[in-house]
């Protein structure tokens, strides 16, 4: 969604924007949470940052610890 808005291939309120971006990031979670892969946690947890990057850029580089250890696990799943 983000994007579609920044191409300007849609037109869409702030506020429905928000909306939808909340809806998506519950259902999403609710999905995550029900399954065992780590897979979706990765994914959960990646585009969460990457909202919270574009729409909190300064509350995004206090996390910058949290963000180290994210990629350490990452790395670490990757090599086993």
């Known amino acids: ?9 849609v037109s869409v309120s702030p506020v429905v924007s928000i909306i939808i971006k909340i809806a ?3 259902c999403f979670g609710a999905f995550a949470a029900g399954k065992k892969s780590l897979t979706y946690w990765i994914l959960f947890a990646l585009l969460a940052g990457v909202e919270a990057g574009i729409y909190l850029p300064e509350a995004a580089s206090g996390v ?8 350490r696990l990452i790395k670490t799943i990757c090599l086993y």
Do not use: G, N, P
């Open 1 to 9: 969604l983000y994007l579609a808005e920044a191409a300007a291939v």
């Open 64 to 71: 910058k610890k949290l963000s180290d250890i994210f990629l």
């Open 24 to 26: 998506f990031f519950l």
